[in-house]
Nanobody, 124 residues
């Protein structure tokens, strides 16, 4: 199974920006659509974006639409999440994984090896 490693998290004030990166162990993510998931403190993990393998289409959770953008660099086997206009409620550990977007929901493709994640903390 593909291994991933997330990076780029940190602490920022509300309104700030961060760019997360996800490096994958397989060339061009093994042909999978790839997305970002996050787990806020005390809550379940949720899917927030999913980018098709061709990178032609991206889906976003309503809570991040217009603020987050997912892209990828095939040559570097790296997925990115540009996060702008960050809010306190965006505080979470962020993960990347293969994804599907079904009926408006962003779901992880199972089985998957979750990485360590990267922590994003937004303060007011």
């Amino acid at each position: 199974q593909m291994q991933v490693a997330e990076s780029g998290g940190g602490s920022v004030q509300a309104g700030g920006s961060l760019r997360l990166a996800c490096n994958a162990s397989r060339s061009d993510f093994g042909g999978y659509a790839m997305g970002w998931f996050r787990q806020p403190p005390g809550k379940e993990r949720e899917g927030i974006s999913c980018l098709t393998w061709s990178a032609n289409t991206a889906w976003y959770h309503d809570s991040v639409k217009g603020r987050y953008t997912t892209t990828k660099d095939k040559a570097k086997n790296t997925l990115y999440l540009q996060m702008n206009a960050l809010k306190v409620e965006d505080t979470a550990t962020y993960y990347c994984a293969p994804c599907n977007a079904i009926a408006g929901a962003i779901l992880v493709v199972r089985p998957t090896n979750w990485g360590q994640g990267t922590q994003v903390t937004v303060s007011s």
